[in-house]
């Protein structure tokens, strides 16, 4: 982006972890095995204080500063990433915690737009192929500026054009403009006046112009707009006299907008999708969005976005919500549930939520997918979440959460994927895995589970990935081989276990990587 600074905003705010590390030099990381190395992360992150705001952020870094930067990086590139941030802060005399995740963030966004310049020229030369290709087929594409994200290697985005019928029966053209070759559903309408407006305040809140975006005539039409999707009132069932074109889909991800976020979105009542991910968006989000009735698709990841999530939610057409990778405080928003209970996706993975996990998750009886990962979540898991029975995906490593893991998660027998890691839960893994019909990934290392290797986990037969590395299982390694038969890869470092290495490991047909250390 033209005039990209070189440094991080000092404005922004990443892991908020009060004065602890004031001192970094009197932090004791030293790390020997897996065990203490256990104990270390534990101690470190249940010495928190509590969440506090300091914007005393540093944005210049010395040669020998990002020297140490890479080399911490490298050293500690299996660490969880709260973790390694601690480590690389204790060799840094002058630089925090958040110091040193803000410059990881923006280092990888430096090296996301390197990526994009060595692309540059595979990129000219595809546009110029689209570019003659459609003057010499399209006789109104006088004027023909096809953007570069329509003709990279990895877009394999079927044309709208292409599509009969996807979203309007209106007649629809096909425009070259600064947007590519795509459906303009409501082109030849007026626009919703409302709409137009929203957009145009939308616009004003960002630092800079959104390629393809033109508000200079007052008679623009914004379905013509990159990212914007328009169908008529009269196939929304909207009792419009002058069948006007409504927004319903505002999809403007990875395009280095920085800014805040409007409250004029909550005029787009008829929006369905709003994906506004991996840009540089800060700020809370307002509270309006919360309420919009059409909304389906709400993907606002990859972001500096703080703040808390309001008390009131009520979105009843909901199925996505992707908030991932922010700053976002406060406790998880189970208010979501009430009227949502279509939601099948809800992500909030690494950001700065808190608290115990409270009651009301079950009311989200469509949940296929919840990602809570890397926040600061602690207590128990609620019983209703066992009452989610299409889950599929169940992500809470990386938190505080504590407790026996309940043998209700049996229930859940549509699970694949099940990522307990680094927490502080205890006791017995309960004997529950025959309940699985399709697990196949599951991870419950850097616990302080007990006791013996479930037998229902030791004969699984659709198990690929199984780690309980750095906890207190003990007995002898048990695993059914012939029953085991999609196992891949095997981590059982760093518990009490004793015994020889089971011989029967050599005969799992699938198994390639494995650790033993114990």
């Given at each position: 982006m033209a005039g990209e600074s070189n440094y991080p905003p000092?404005?922004?705010i990443l892991i908020p972890m009060g004065n602890y590390y004031t001192n970094p030099a009197a932090l004791n990381l030293s790390v020997n095995d897996g065990a203490s190395q256990n104990n270390s992360s534990s101690l470190l992150l249940d010495s928190v204080p509590g969440l506090k705001h300091d914007t005393g952020l540093a944005v210049e870094w010395s040669v020998e500063e990002q020297y140490k930067l890479e080399e911490g990086l490298a050293k500690y590139a299996n660490e969880p990433n709260i973790i390694r941030y601690i480590k690389i802060a204790a060799l840094l005399h002058d630089k925090t915690v958040r110091d040193v995740a803000l410059r990881c963030r923006w280092m990888t966004r430096k090296r996301r737009k390197q990526d994009d310049q060595i692309l540059g020229k595979k990129v000219k030369d595809r546009k110029d192929k689209m570019e003659s290709f459609l003057k010499n087929n399209m006789s109104s594409a006088s004027s023909v500026n096809v953007p570069a994200y329509l003709l990279t290697a990895n877009h394999h985005e079927e044309s709208d054009c292409m599509r009969s019928?996807?979203?309007?029966?209106?007649?629809?053209k096909c425009d070259a403009t600064e947007a590519g070759t795509r459906?303009?559903?409501?082109?030849?309408?007026d626009m919703q006046p409302n709409d137009l407006n929203s957009l145009r305040t939308f616009l004003e809140h960002l630092e800079s112009g959104i390629q393809g975006w033109s508000t200079n005539s007052s008679s623009v039409n914004c379905c013509n707009w990159a990212g914007i999707t328009?169908?008529?009132s009269s196939s929304l069932g909207l009792n419009d006299l002058n069948n006007s074109a409504r927004v319903v889909k505002l999809e403007l991800g990875r395009r280095r907008n920085v800014g805040n976020l409007s409250d004029s979105l909550r005029n787009l009542d008829q929006l369905i999708t709003l994906n506004l991910?991996?840009?540089s968006l800060r700020g809370s989000v307002p509270h309006s969005l919360f309420h919009l009735p059409n909304?389906?698709?709400?993907?606002?990841?990859?972001?500096?976005?703080?703040?808390l999530f309001p008390s009131s939610i009520n979105l009843p057409s909901i199925r996505v919500v992707n908030i991932s990778e922010n700053l976002i405080m406060g406790s998880l928003p189970v208010g979501i549930c009430v009227n949502s209970t279509n939601i099948s996706v809800m992500n909030m993975k690494a950001n700065l939520l808190s608290g115990i996990l409270?009651?009301?998750l079950e009311n989200c009886s469509s949940l296929e997918d919840l990602s809570l990962a890397t926040n600061f979540l602690n207590g128990s898991l609620p019983e209703d979440l066992f009452r989610l029975s299409n889950l599929t995906n169940l992500a809470f490593q990386e938190n505080q959460l504590s407790g026996q893991l309940s043998g209700l998660i049996g229930n859940l027998s549509n699970l694949v994927h099940v990522d307990l890691s680094i927490n502080h839960f205890s006791?017995?893994?309960?004997?529950?895995?025959?309940?699985?019909?399709?697990?196949r990934y599951f991870s419950a290392q850097s616990n302080s589970f007990s006791g013996r290797i479930p037998t229902s986990l030791a004969n699984s037969p659709t198990i690929a990935s199984l780690s309980l590395r750095n906890n207190s299982l003990g007995g002898i390694i048990d695993l059914n081989c012939s029953a085991m038969v999609n196992l891949v890869s095997l981590n059982l470092a760093t518990n009490l276990f004793h015994g020889n290495i089971p011989e029967n490991l050599a005969t799992c047909p699938r198994l390639r990587d494995f650790g033993f250390f114990f």
């Open positions: 000092s404005s922004s019928g996807a979203y309007d029966v209106w007649p629809v459906m303009l559903i409501g082109s030849e309408l328009c169908n008529s991910s991996q840009n909304l389906e698709i709400l993907d606002l990841s990859n972001n500096d976005i703080s703040g409270p009651y009301g006791g017995n893994i309960p004997d529950v895995f025959h309940s699985f019909v399709q697990l």
